[in-house]
């Protein structure tokens, strides 16, 4: 499998799926605000999102294996220009965004990419390493780096604002 860089991932088209291997970022909604107001009183950022993939979840833990599937995306809508602008080349989640999330992605060429929910199960044999990278205290709801390998994604929104269309 090809690695999965921004060049690689502006070839794919909405509707097309593919198995992705290598890291992740997990964030959610109180990462996110973390991460902006670090950055505001610090002055720089407590990791580097350049060349990221942020996955949009929310572990639960099992004897030390972490579970995990998609959150809904449309929440992180209003982060979206800020991690995009810091370097990130795509995001996952689950569920539609809103326009002004459509045309970000076209702005900054970082495709929309969503994992299968409801099967956090399946998802979690997936990952072959975490470690927690930021904001630890924030349980749940830190920044974790995952690696994994054949994680399975479909583009819902690839990086000229075409949509994945359902039926229905």
């Given at each position: ?70 959150t809904t995306s ?53 990952i072959l390493d ?39």
């Amino acid at each position: 499998m090809r690695r999965m860089d921004k060049i690689a991932l502006c070839d794919l088209k909405a509707g097309e799926s593919f198995y992705y291997s290598g890291t992740l970022l997990v964030m959610r909604d109180a990462a996110h605000k973390r991460i902006i107001e670090e950055e505001r009183e610090t002055g720089k950022l407590p990791i580097s999102l350049y060349g990221k993939i942020i996955f949009y979840a929310g572990p639960t833990f099992s004897n030390g294996r972490m579970i995990i599937g998609p959150t809904t995306s449309k929440r992180m809508d209003k982060f979206l220009e800020y991690t995009l602008s810091k370097g990130v080349i795509a995001t996952i989640g689950k569920g539609e965004r809103m326009q002004e999330a459509i045309e970000t992605i076209k702005k900054y060429k970082a495709p929309y990419l969503v994992a299968p929910s409801g099967c956090a199960a399946y998802l979690s044999e997936k990952i072959l390493d975490w470690k927690i990278v930021a904001f630890e205290e924030l349980g749940p709801e830190a920044i974790y780096e995952i690696t994994v390998k054949d994680f399975p994604l479909v583009v819902a929104i690839d990086c000229n604002g075409n949509l994945l269309r359902q039926n229905g």
